[in-house]
Every structure is written in structure tokens, then in C-alpha cells.
């Protein structure tokens, strides 16, 4: 069973722009989560994708956001870039209904740097 | 919300020492959950407790959750270059549904 795939791997953007990243889950799996991870924070938790709504939020401003397709397949925006926003960005995804009752499987990530 | 610290933050071992990270939150937990990152890869499910006292192994890894289900440890018998990595605890976080909260992981480094 393939893994989860993101794209793009890397992606090199200027401060101001906007950036669209996407993630295909597991097939079958429901739930789509998103992690920023930075070597001073660690991993956090953006917003998790339930059947194509947005089920829990991280603590993290309006310029983030995202959405899940019918397919499960998500994608997550981040508009107006700042230099903090450089990190790696990681999609995981899961069976669901109870979310953290079942393991996370993580895509190899978004390296993104904004310059 | 909720929080769960992890120690120690930096591990440096030689081959065939043991090594042991812990997990501490103030409040009780449903459930834990530990992942394993490698350098420049992503985090790998290892493994869930659920159980008050829970006790899990696998071939050296040992996993325990405490009897009041405020804290985790993870320990490696034995350690090999095969184990570096940083190793994360996950957390639910409180009622708040599917959201996962992880500890800042401990990074284990193994001399040969």
C-alpha cells in the first residue's frame, strides 16, 4: 500500500508570497492532519480534515489554512509569507473517527524556506 | 491546554549503553502515543498505551505508561547506530477531539 505522498518536496518562496502545499493520504484513510515543524518549536499541530471538514485547529494565525477533497486528498495555503514560516511541513494521515486512537502516517514532509 | 514535557532533550550514548526518554503531563491522559523520527526523515509510529500500568515491548524498546496515566517512558536495552533518531511522545489534547500534541522529543545520538 503506497504511503503518504506530498508535494512539492522543496519549495523556495520570497516573503509576501503565498504557497500551496498538498498531501494524498493513505487510501482509506479519512483523516488528514498538518504539523509545522521548526528545530524551536517542534512539531505543531495545525489543523486536522475529517470527510472534508476541518476538525480541530492549531494555534496558529488566519494566513494558515486548508481544505480535503472528496478523495481525501488535502491541500493547506499559507498566504503573505514570513521569514518564521520557514519549517518543514508535514501531513499525516489516519483511519479518523477517534483520531488519536489510531497511529498517524506521516508524509516525508514540504521543506519550505522563505528568503 | 495541554502540555507534556519530555526529557531529556539530548541523549549521547555509546554502543550497547541503554537510553531512557520520559514523558510527564500534569493532567491525565487517555491515551500516549511514541514516534520515532530519523535525521532528515519524518516521524514513524511506534507505538500506543492506553492502560493504566501498560507495559509494551518490542525486541529491545520497552514502553511503559504510569500507573496514574500522567507520564511514559520509552527505554532502549542495549542501544545500536541503528537507534539515532529523535523519539516523540503524542498526546491527546483534552477534549479537543483528534488533535495531537507532541512533546519536543528527546535526540538520541550512538557512538559506535
Known amino acids: 500500500k503506497a504511503g503518504v505522498t506530498q508535494t512539492p518536496r522543496y519549495l523556495i518562496k520570497t516573503r509576501g508570497q503565498q504557497v500551496t502545499l498538498s498531501c494524498s493520504p493513505i487510501?482509506?484513510?479519512?483523516?488528514v492532519s498538518w504539523y509545522q515543524q521548526t528545530p524551536g518549536q517542534g512539531l505543531q499541530f495545525l489543523f486536522e480534515?475529517?470527510?472534508?471538514?476541518?476538525?480541530n485547529k492549531g494555534n496558529f494565525p488566519g494566513r494558515f489554512s486548508g481544505r480535503q477533497f472528496s478523495n481525501s486528498r488535502s491541500e493547506m495555503n499559507v498566504s503573505t509569507l514570513e521569514l518564521g514560516d520557514s519549517a518543514l511541513y508535514l501531513c499525516?494521515?489516519?483511519?479518523?473517527?477517534?483520531?488519536?486512537?489510531?497511529?498517524?502516517?506521516f508524509g516525508p514532509g514540504t521543506r519550505l524556506t522563505v528568503t | 491546554g495541554q502540555q507534556v514535557m519530555q526529557i531529556p532533550q539530548y541523549q549521547h550514548v555509546q554502543e550497547g549503553e541503554d537510553f531512557t526518554t520520559y514523558c510527564n503531563s500534569s493532567?491525565?491522559?487517555?491515551?500516549i502515543q511514541w514516534y520515532k523520527q530519523r535525521p532528515g526523515g519524518h516521524p514513524v509510529f511506534l507505538i500506543q498505551l492506553v492502560k493504566s500500568g501498560e507495559v509494551k515491548k518490542q525486541k529491545r524498546l520497552t514502553f511503559q505508561f504510569g500507573e496514574a496515566k500522567k507520564n511514559s517512558s520509552l527505554h532502549i536495552t542495549a542501544t545500536q547506530t541503528t537507534d539515532v533518531g529523535t523519539y516523540f511522545c503524542a498526546v491527546k489534547a483534552g477534549n479537543q477531539g483528534g488533535k495531537l500534541i507532541f512533546g519536543q522529543g528527546t535526540e538520541l545520538s550512538v557512538k559506535p
Open positions: 499525516a494521515s489516519s483511519w479518523g473517527q477517534a483520531f488519536s486512537d489510531y497511529e498517524q502516517y
Open positions: 493532567t491525565t491522559l487517555s491515551n
Open positions: 480534515y475529517f470527510s472534508e471538514t476541518q476538525r
Open positions: 487510501s482509506g484513510h479519512r483523516s
